[in-house]
């Protein structure tokens, strides 16, 4: 299927959703590819655009966080016609592999893979997944941050515009800007200025960038001057597959990404820059005074201290054994406490409480969740499945084969959760997905049991 528009006509060709559930009449979302001045692929709540997924660079939507390659997703949008027809289409890599993709009558872009060991189809791929996905959530000037509370702030130089709003949850009013940029002031004066004197740039790393940015072909190094020499810039990026991005006006539907994204820089008076500065000054001397005081007291507690270490040894140790035995045996806690230890809560905020769209499969094991962690390392959470007959000598099994075998080739466990009935292992996240989606349907593999130290196996004990 070809998602796309023609310029010259206008004729667009979009998805719609269905009205509902068991209603496949006309609803109110639809998708599409929309040029603007970078082709960019848009849902639409009626008229109104409710999600975007950033401008297309040749590669990606550099707007989707999880998105990585043609290759390895299958997205790529085309321009005939000497760029007055653009369309986008799918095409995976994997031709084994069926799969498919359908705007929901919520509005949610859902890619979903057929899993042969369930005979179902399971969640593979979702946008929408947090509150910072739709579509200008925070105003104009404003920044989303999914791992903040609140998930909305104003960046350096702006205020809310609204604050009895801002406190209630309500951000849509956004930001506005506390000093006037040098350029206006200049203007207003009637000076003329070309708006380089007094104003600078404000680096923000890993971001979603805002929408309708103008495009320019110049190379990396003078995307800086070339905003800087217009007034009504306010704004600058750059992307390898883009070229760089100036905008003016509002910034609407900003967001900070954990990982990838792109750097974005917003002009700001040199006032507000070095507001900053002087702070770090402040804050500089007030950490030496700090230090020497508590170097002073540190000297009065030090010997209550060595007393108080030797009492929490022997506790220590009297609170291994008891978690040694709980975990099943003395041997199976010095495993464990080999690996750092996660606690459910972590695991359960990470994968959005084992939502059903962080699934990222299941085997004999149980199902495979992705999770971000608060630093923003993405990760794969196995959770040992009640109903799956395998046990804590299983589990065992997987924590110390795994944690010996470290390679650049082989997956790295991270560490695992032990608490009440629950048994989860933390592993990186690998964006591939697994190598049978490349090579072959993997059976189930035998490997050394726990006590084993040849090849020749007396039970199978997973993949």
Not at 27 to 39: A, D, H, T
Not at 294 to 314: D, E, P, V
Not at 327 to 349: R, Y
């Amino acid at each position: 299927m070809k998602l796309g528009v023609d310029l010259k006509t206008g004729r667009k060709v979009r998805t719609r959703s269905w009205k509902g559930p068991d209603d496949p009449s006309d609803g109110n979302f639809s998708l599409g590819l929309e040029p603007f001045n970078i082709p960019e692929g848009v849902i639409r709540n009626n008229n109104q655009i409710y999600f975007r997924a950033g401008p297309w660079n040749g590669h990606i939507y550099i707007g989707l966080k999880d998105m990585n390659t043609v290759y390895l997703d299958g997205f790529y949008v085309v321009a005939d016609d000497e760029g007055k027809n653009y369309y986008e289409t799918y095409e995976y890599s994997n031709k084994s592999m069926l799969i498919y993709y359908e705007l929901d009558y919520e509005g949610r872009f859902v890619g979903r893979n057929w899993d042969a060991g369930t005979g179902d189809w399971i969640n593979s791929y979702l946008i929408l997944q947090t509150d910072c996905d739709f579509y200008g959530k925070c105003g104009a000037f404003g920044i989303c941050d999914r791992t903040k509370r609140p998930i909305c702030s104003c960046s350096k130089g702006f205020k809310p515009r609204n604050a009895e709003e801002w406190i209630r949850g309500n951000w849509s009013s956004g930001c506005f800007r506390t000093t006037p940029l040098q350029c206006q002031r200049d203007n207003n004066n009637g000076s003329g200025g070309a708006g380089q004197s007094d104003d600078g740039f404000l680096k923000l790393k890993t971001m979603k960038v805002p929408a309708f940015p103008d495009q320019s072909s110049i190379i990396k190094g003078e995307c800086k001057d070339q905003c800087m020499k217009n007034c009504s810039c306010v704004a600058y990026a750059y992307d390898a597959g883009i070229g760089c991005m100036l905008w003016s006006g509002d910034l609407i539907d900003v967001q900070k990404f954990p990982t990838r994204g792109v750097d974005l820089y917003i002009r700001l008076s040199s006032s507000e820059l070095d507001k900053g500065k002087s702070t770090k000054v402040i804050a500089i001397t007030t950490v030496i005074a700090g230090i020497v005081v508590i170097t002073i007291s540190a000297l009065f507690l030090w010997c209550g201290m060595a007393k108080q270490r030797g009492r929490n040894k022997r506790h220590k140790q009297i609170k291994h054994k008891s978690y040694s035995e709980n975990v099943g045996g003395s041997s199976i806690g010095v495993k464990l406490k080999q690996l750092p230890l996660f606690n459910f809560e972590q695991l359960a905020t990470a994968t959005n409480n084992f939502h059903p769209a962080k699934k990222l499969g299941q085997g004999g094991f149980g199902p495979v969740y992705k999770g971000t962690l608060d630093d923003g390392k993405e990760i794969a959470v196995k959770r040992l499945s009640k109903a799956s007959g395998q046990g804590l000598e299983e589990f065992m099994n997987e924590v110390v084969v795994i944690s010996k075998l470290q390679h650049r080739n082989l997956v790295r466990l991270f560490g695992c959760c032990v608490e009440a009935e629950e048994k989860m292992l933390v592993y990186e996240f690998l964006p591939n997905k697994s190598l049978d989606a490349f090579l072959f349907d993997f059976g189930m593999a035998r490997i050394f049991g726990g006590d084993e130290n040849q090849a020749n196996t007396k039970r199978v004990v997973g993949t």
